[in-house]
């Protein structure tokens, strides 16, 4: 029943409110302006998707800053993205949160050493939530979040570890504790990473 009420929940919402409405770091080629590179969560209205940002993600445990320079990818849709997943918060200060979004993380995969071509800054949004079995058996804590709709339980920990890196989130999706729901081809961002925080 609760997989059931979260596969609804999603599709409508989905269906109901865009990736770029949600202001979830979606935006613009960067811009050079007197006040600088601004955080993504500060920027609303008509700014959003016109103005450079960024956002704090994690990869392998640590956060970096990314950098967004568009609010969809545009050009040929690459067949395999790197994910971007969206979930709980991992700490108490989230990357993003209210006045302009709702409390959340962000998760990528870690740039390898001396990249060799292996690393894509073409991104696939994809929201991370508790699924029905990691709820019912306590493994998965998720934050009830409502966007609009019912509440859904984004994932804050499986097993009590935090979910900071992509090996985690994956082992958990494997092991039924999580489910991802794809935000669809319109969530396809363009994100590189920069120094860690």
């Known amino acids: 029943m609760i997989t059931t009420r979260i596969q609804t929940t999603a599709r409508l919402f ?9 202001a979830l770091a979606v935006v613009a080629a960067p811009a050079v302006g007197a006040a600088g590179l601004r955080n993504c969560v500060d920027i609303a209205g008509p700014q959003s998707g016109r103005v450079g940002c960024y956002e704090d993600v994690w990869a392998d445990g640590t956060q970096y800053r990314m950098t967004f320079s568009n609010t969809r990818f545009t ?8 994910p971007f997943y969206v979930l709980g918060p991992q700490t108490d200060k989230p990357q993003g949160a209210p006045p302009n979004t709702f409390a959340h993380d962000h998760v990528v995969r870690a740039v390898p050493n001396q990249n060799h071509g292996e690393y894509s800054v073409k991104l696939q949004g994809f929201f991370v939530l508790c699924s029905g079995q990691g709820i019912v058996s306590g493994a998965c804590v998720p934050s009830w979040t409502s966007l609009g709709g019912d509440p859904m339980p984004f994932a804050t ?35 590189a990473l920069s120094g860690s925080n």
């Open 14 to 22: 989905v269906a109901t409110i865009s990736l770029g409405a949600m």
């Open 75 to 82: 050009g040929a849709t690459a067949k395999e993205l790197d």
């Open 157 to 191: 920990t499986v097993k009590g570890r935090s979910l900071t890196s992509t090996a985690v989130i994956e082992s958990a999706v494997a092991a039924g504790n999580l489910a991802l729901i794809n935000l669809g081809p319109g969530a396809v961002i363009v994100g």
